[in-house]
């Protein structure tokens, strides 16, 4: 979770929400890919960190399907990347920050608690949850904050 982290710093530093992700073989330890959240630079909606990294993972082991592995992702995946994570059978989710808003595993949409949901992961949430929520926050709030001189925004 340390490295999705410092993925999710790299997004954000490069201004997108600050979310990373990895995919590791819980068999080796071995990360077989990685992503951080890019839908601005790459004109793409669905450039979530957690999309990029199934992506990446699919490319270098020639399968769309990736049993087995484990997903550390720094928010709680959406609804679009759970069903992606479904679609490409990962056997465990760990994720830090909740995402009440937005979330698709253990909030909102909950993609893996139907029964006509195909795979479902094992879940795992908040590890280094408060790493990961402190990051979101601080990046929002920068976003928020308006330039010298400038009164506040209404947030309503």
């Not at 893996?112 to 601080?138: I, K, M, N, Q, Y």
Request: some cysteine; proline content about 10%.
């Amino acid at each position: 979770m340390r490295r999705a982290l410092a993925l999710a710093q790299a997004a954000a530093d490069a201004g997108e929400a600050p979310i990373g992700a990895i995919l590791v073989d819980p068999a080796t330890g071995e990360v077989v890919a990685e992503g951080r959240n890019a839908p601005i630079a790459l004109h793409d909606p669905t450039a979530h960190a957690e999309i990029l990294a199934l992506r990446a993972a699919g490319e270098r082991l020639g399968n769309y399907r990736l049993t087995g592995l484990t997903l550390y992702v720094t928010l709680e995946p959406c609804p679009m990347c759970a069903g992606a994570i479904s679609h490409a059978r990962i056997g465990r989710v760990v994720f830090g920050a909740p995402d009440e808003k937005g979330g698709g595993v253990v909030h909102g949409a909950r993609v893996f608690d139907p029964p006509t949901c195909h795979w479902r992961p094992t879940v795992e949430g908040g590890l280094l949850a408060e790493e990961s929520a402190a990051l979101l926050r601080g990046f929002f709030r920068a976003r928020r904050k308006p330039p010298p001189g400038q009164p506040p925004k209404n947030t309503r």
